[in-house]
Nanobody
């Protein structure tokens, strides 16, 4: 069983930055691929970024490329999402996910086993 706790969300003006953190329990964190997803009101949940167990492979949705960076600290059992140049359309609940059951880093398709409770990110114009 893996428990995930996100933090770092909040209200920020357009152009600003936020860093989300996801603290994971479990001794095998370093063996898990991790991901960040988001869900805006009235929209389906979508993958934002993913990172493999070693940090050597990443995926970014086209909408966030060049603005967001996913990283991980295996010693600290934490994955991060640095979000820069935020836009109002980034407003959503952001979710952390762990232990991929299926991954395609080329097409950006992932199926994760464990999910956090989500953290709200609101970007004002």
């Amino acid at each position: 069983q893996v428990q995930l706790v996100e933090s770092g969300g909040g209200l920020v003006q357009a152009g600003g930055s936020l860093r989300l953190s996801c603290a994971a329990s479990g001794r095998t964190f370093s063996g898990y691929d991790m991901g960040w997803f988001r869900q805006a009101p009235g929209k389906e949940r979508e993958v934002v970024a993913a990172i493999n167990w070693s940090g050597g492979r990443t995926y970014y949705a086209d909408s966030v490329k060049g603005r967001f960076t996913i990283s991980r600290d295996n010693a600290g059992n934490t994955v991060y999402l640095q979000m820069n140049s935020l836009k109002p359309e980034d407003t959503a609940v952001f979710y952390c996910a762990a232990q991929v059951r299926y991954s395609d880093y080329i097409k950006g398709r992932f199926d994760f086993a464990y999910w956090g409770q989500g953290t709200q990110v609101t970007v004002s114009s």
